[in-house]
């Protein structure tokens, strides 16, 4: 096992489930990955490439596959955190005795997980005109053509992040003030990611 000291401090800030992440840790390098930080999370890597990841929320500490949607799942312990995710899956834990209980499973879904990136196997993703826009940004589109004009001159990417932000709200009123709040970004070309750091030049 070789750890990463720049990952130790994620391992020792962890209160809920440090004991947890700290077991996770040690499956996961048993298994000959490298670790590595990204995105504030411990990432384990093979010849670069990411293939698990682990985190922590409220309710649960977790490893996370980046390709978890092309892998077998004979114990049927993935799991897709919200309809929208299209590559990564989840195996949720809350307790050491899970993790134990699994481990022999979680070294073959590590290896197994490395196997598919050796394949050089991708995940096809949903393209961006296969995500229904919300009516209230329709309506937006109709009332302000020039936001349409504007969405569209957008990349790929930054639209299906737009539309994913304004779909996700179940009542109408808060699809539609999460989209009068990004209408000045996207006359302006930005994409959603772009705009806290447009929020906080304004400050």
């Excluded at 990564?88 to 481990?103: D, N, V, W, Y």
């Excluded at 109709?142 to 299906?160: D, I, M, V, Y």
């Excluded at 539309?163 to 709200?169: A, G, K, R, V, Y």
């Amino acid at each position: 096992m070789s750890m990463n000291p720049k990952v130790d401090w994620f391992f020792d800030k962890a209160e809920k489930w440090q004991e947890e992440v700290k077991e996770l840790r040690r499956i996961v390098l048993e298994c000959h990955l490298t670790e590595d930080l990204k995105w504030g999370c411990p990432c384990y890597t093979y010849e670069k490439r990411n293939i698990v990841l682990i985190h922590v929320f409220k309710e649960y500490c977790a490893l996370l596959f980046f390709k978890g949607a092309l892998m077998k799942d004979p114990e049927n312990i993935l799991i897709q955190q919200t309809e929208n995710v299209q590559s990564a899956r989840q195996i949720r834990f809350t307790g050491m005795k899970e993790i134990r209980e699994l481990e022999t499973a979680l070294k073959k879904y590590i290896y197994h997980a490395v196997e598919i990136e050796e394949s050089g196997e991708k995940v096809a993703f949903k393209k961006t005109k296969e995500f229904p826009a919300p009516d209230e940004l329709k309506a937006k589109f109709a009332e302000f053509p020039a936001l349409k004009q504007a969405f569209e001159a957008l990349t790929p990417g930054r639209q299906r992040a737009y539309i994913l932000h304004f779909s996700q709200p179940k009542q109408a009123k808060t699809r539609e003030s999460r989209i009068e709040k990004c209408m000045e970004q996207i006359l302006e070309g930005k994409g959603l990611n772009d705009v806290n750091e447009y929020l906080i030049s304004k400050r």
